[in-house]
């Protein structure tokens, strides 16, 4: 039903044609600098077919999150606002920062200014606290209305913790090997120490009693929130008749809140046990490869 009511934004807002031009126009490069015009930056081997489709994906997810019905729906509800920002932090940088040949990070911090900067930034314990810091100040209430307020503030909300999501990643699943050189017992504990912090906020939101945001509770903060993604002509001609972001979910505000705290308690909850468990099960593997084998002549002594 809801995807009925939905569609009365047009094509424009359910789709982003200009989004998902810009996301083929990323592929196409991509395409381009690891095959045809590989030799005019590297004599490297064209990218593994795997690290390839890695990066393809992570085209589809930033698609999803951003140009594809979630993103309208994320201005609607913040149960969808969560699973976006899951998938938009979580997911996609990781993606992304794998599916990139080496060669080309190698020159991305050899640029001199940003190589300064990205060194500082990327020390694990400035990395952490800064994208988690971030993202909890995002979601105080009075900013994340503020940020809902403009199209600009929007946008450069979003790009700052993205880019603080890559740093935060960075440590952990670097394809440079200098930069890759945390022991994996110091990674899991800094994973665990991000998914605590993030659980703090999201309990937050859990077991607040009250509606926490006016863009999703206050007629005027959600009309103006909704001109983010509905082009303004048709948000006109569709004022008078939408009366809040309850004509879309039988949800009431509130446990619409409560729903998407869980949803990204749960979210960020799979993808760091998944990632810890790829780092413990790597460094057990590694560990075992370093034990002794058991002398020449020694395997009759049984």
Known sequence: MMWLDIQIFGLRALWSPYFITFVIALGVLYFLIVG?????????????????????FSLVVLYIVKGSPVDLLAHIMLTAHMIQTALFYFVFPVLFIKGIPVWI?????????????????????????????????????????YTK?????????????????F???????????????????????????????????????????????????????????????VPQDVLVGLESTLSGPE???????????QLGGVLMQIMQTIVYAFTIGR???????RENLKVDPIPEGMESIK
């Not at 064209?46 to 990066?55: E, G, S, V």
């Not at 780092?279 to 593997?285: N, S």
Request: hydrophobic fraction near 55%; charge should be positive.
């Open 105 to 145: 990070w190698r020159k991305v911090f050899s640029v001199p200014i940003l190589k300064n900067i990205l060194n500082i930034l990327r020390l694990p314990i400035i990395s952490l606290l800064m994208f988690n810091a971030m993202l909890a100040i995002y979601h105080v209430p009075t900013i994340f209305d």
């Open 247 to 257: 004509m879309f979910s039988r949800m009431s505000t509130l446990h619409d809140q």
């Open 279 to 285: 780092i413990f099960f790597a460094w057990f593997k």
């Open 36 to 56: 045809p015009w590989r030799h005019k930056f590297t004599n490297d081997d064209i990218p593994p077919a795997k690290q390839q489709a890695l990066f393809y």
């Open 167 to 229: 740093i935060m990643w960075w440590p952990i699943v670097s394809p440079i090997p200098e930069h890759n050189t945390m022991h994996p017992l110091i990674k899991m504990g800094y994973l665990a120490g991000s998914a605590t912090i993030i659980t703090v906020a999201c309990a937050l939101i859990i077991f607040s009693t009250q509606p926490m945001y006016m863009a999703y509770s206050s007629d005027g903060a959600w009309i103006q929130a909704m001109s983010l993604c």
């Open 149 to 165: 307020s403009s199209l600009t503030i929007h946008t450069i909300a979003h790009i700052i913790l993205l880019f603080a999501a």
